[in-house]
């Protein structure tokens, strides 16, 4: 097997043509020309809402990433709520993550709970109920913000033990740092906006399996919903992915040095980051995963403590969303997601390490002078 780096620089890349360049598109287009006798064919484009090329460049690379067939959308929700709508029915039972990231759990209590879709909330790294009459068991691992870890293959036993199904958000570990499908999961769905692309400049999400039928029904509600990705977008997150190995491994050495900032500084009263030996999530995580994701988790006292930390830092911009190239901080409260105050979720960017983990430590001096 072909090293990462490799394999992120090569995936999708069409075969090699003399004059044509490496990364073709994006093809725009609503339209397509039809033949004017036959009209639309089997295999070639007519419509721009059911595909596209560029799509389908990103989707081949992404596809041999997760190890899946790779159906991409508009953003990571459309992705997910694709993944519940199309998989639920009324009288079903889905797991969500009580820690994940709120907007799936805001959706599956309102959304799907008034279809007649009976929907638990339970702690990514549990304890789990009898999962044998469970039709979708979600799980995000790492979990966002908290970072705690579920082992995937377990759940993933116990849950078709019963005949159900199990989804895999993998945002935050990306398809380098975990690959759901190869550990029992369904599904792997994620939010292409975060590390995936790495830029901060689209929006993205698309699911991964290796079910067909899973394939055509979620490429279905795509077409039928209109949920689509445009194709500039597609073709950003395309060329964005040759250097996921090269960016993945900056940022989690800067998770590594920050963390262990972190762990040592009065101003702080929690961290978190799975690839520290103390952290509860280590074992799993460093059995279930390839590498560590660049976001850490800390919390100050409370909102002036993070404000004081902010206005201190000159490297951290105050900003939601992770995984991009500038290190970011996101007080996680201030959206109504349920956590202290003081709570940050903390995306280390590729900044220098020395100056970084310099720049934090004058940030959180700062909060305690």
């Not at 994006?26 to 799509?55: C, E, I, K, S």
């Not at 949920?227 to 977008?233: H, K, L, N």
């Not at 911009?317 to 940050?344: E, K, M, V, Y």
Request: charged share 20%; aromatic share 6%; with cysteine.
């Amino acid at each position: 097997m072909t090293g990462d780096g490799t394999r992120v620089v090569h995936a999708g890349v069409p075969s090699a043509v003399p004059g044509r360049s490496f990364l073709p598109g994006p093809a725009f287009g609503a339209p397509y020309h039809l033949d004017p006798v036959l009209g639309p064919q089997p295999g070639v484009d007519g419509y721009g809402r059911t595909d596209n090329p560029t799509w389908r460049a990103l989707e081949s690379a992404i596809g041999e990433l997760e190890g899946g067939e790779c159906v991409t959308f508009a953003s990571g929700m459309a992705a997910v709520s694709a993944v519940l709508l199309s998989v639920l029915r009324p009288g079903d039972t889905v797991v969500v993550p009580g820690d994940g990231y709120y907007k799936t759990r805001a959706f599956a209590s309102s959304h799907l709970a008034e279809r007649g879709v009976t929907v638990l909330e339970v702690p990514t790294a549990g304890p789990y109920p009898a999962l044998e009459t469970v039709r979708l068991l979600l799980i995000e691992t790492p979990a966002n913000p908290g970072l705690d870890v579920c082992d995937i293959a377990d759940l993933a036993a116990r849950v078709h033990a019963g005949g159900g199904l199990v989804a895999v958000d993998n945002t935050t570990a990306t398809p380098l740092g975990q690959r759901p499908l190869d550990l029992g999961a369904d599904i792997s769905v994620a939010s292409g906006t975060k590390a995936l692309t790495g830029h901060s400049d689209i929006l993205l999400g698309y699911a991964c399996t290796r079910d067909p039928e899973l394939a055509a029904s979620l490429t279905g509600w795509r077409g039928a919903t209109g949920a689509v990705a445009g194709p500039f977008e597609a073709w950003l997150a395309h060329r964005s992915i040759g250097t996921l190995d090269l960016r993945l491994a900056r940022q989690s050495t800067n998770a590594a040095a920050v963390a262990a900032l972190l762990a040592a500084h009065p101003a702080v009263t929690t961290v978190r980051w799975p690839g520290r030996p103390e952290d509860p999530a280590y074992a799993v995580a460093s059995r279930q995963m390839r590498r560590i994701p660049g976001v850490v988790t800390f919390t100050l006292a409370d909102k002036a403590a993070v404000d004081r930390f902010l206005e201190a830092a000159s490297l951290v911009f105050a900003a939601t969303s992770f995984g991009g190239l500038h290190t970011s901080a996101d007080r996680r409260a201030q959206w109504g997601d349920d956590t202290p105050d003081g709570l940050i979720r903390f995306s280390c960017g590729i900044e220098d390490t020395d100056d970084l983990v310099a720049d934090v430590r004058r940030a959180l001096d700062a909060v305690i002078a």
